[in-house]
């Protein structure tokens, strides 16, 4: 099964940048679909992005035009590009592989990402 490994979060102003990365290893990279979900303190975990190994790409409405998800099929390396970061975007970001054949599940341990006002 795959292992996955978040990095990137931390504190930044509204308006800023951060790009997360996850590095996945354990399995074959291209046998899963890529996400990033988040959850907010007191709030229901919610998808944020996902990615194919084809490269075909799913944004959630809340942050289409601002965030980006990629991949590098070379690194095993899942990204989330987020640009014009708001104060509710703050919550605990976490990496997500689904299985293409199964549908099973594998979660990274996440990471924190706050917006201050």
């Known amino acids: 099964q795959v292992q996955l490994v978040e990095s990137g979060g931390g504190l930044v102003q509204t308006g800023g940048s951060l790009r997360l990365s996850c590095a996945a290893s354990?399995?074959?990279?291209?046998?899963?679909?890529m996400g990033w979900y988040r959850q907010a303190p007191g709030k229901q975990r919610e998808l944020v992005a996902t990615?194919?190994?084809?490269?075909?790409?799913n944004h959630a409405d809340s942050v289409k035009g601002r965030f980006t998800i990629s991949r590098d099929n070379a690194k095993n390396t899942v990204y989330l590009l987020m640009n014009s970061l708001k104060p509710e975007d703050t919550a605990i970001y976490y990496c997500?592989?689904?299985?293409?054949?199964?549908?099973?599940?594998?979660w990274g341990q996440g990471t924190q990402v706050t917006v201050s006002s």
């Open positions: 990615i194919t190994s084809g490269g075909l790409t």
């Open positions: 354990g399995s074959i990279f291209s046998i899963y679909v």
């Open positions: 997500n592989a689904r299985h293409i054949a199964t549908g099973q599940h594998f």
